[in-house]
């Protein structure tokens, strides 16, 4: 079993950044890739940054360039930082891990941005 917990969430203005980190805890060492999705009202959710440990990283058109993806491998923490954002950026953001066959998913954190 893994444990993600999000934070870091919140209300910017346009144009502002923001930092979300996902902890891993639990069978963290099996965890080979993690990621962040997000769903916005009234739409499905989707992928916007995603990590397989030791190989690619890969963005959502929509924030390639905007947003970044890393890692703390000692501290098996997920960090996406977020800037030039944009009120579409608004949306629930999700923490993803992926373990020996299982997907995890965080609470969510709730991301704003006003225009």
């Known amino acids: 079993q893994v444990q993600l917990v999000e934070s870091g969430g919140g209300l910017v203005q346009a144009g502002g950044s923001l930092r979300l980190s996902c902890a891993a805890s639990?069978?963290?060492?099996?965890?080979?890739?993690m990621g962040w999705y997000r769903q916005a009202p009234g739409k499905q959710r989707e992928l916007v940054a995603h990590?397989?440990?030791?190989?690619?990283?890969n963005y959502a058109e929509s924030v390639k360039g905007r947003f970044t993806i890393s890692r703390d491998g000692a501290k098996n923490t997920v960090t996406l930082q977020m800037n030039s954002l944009k009120p579409e950026d608004t949306a629930v953001y999700y923490c993803?891990?992926?373990?020996?066959?299982?997907?995890?998913w965080g609470q969510g954190t709730q991301v704003t941005v006003s225009s």
């Open positions: 639990g069978s963290r060492f099996s965890i080979n890739a």
């Open positions: 990590m397989l440990f030791g190989s690619n990283t």
């Open positions: 993803n891990a992926f373990s020996r066959g299982n997907t995890y």
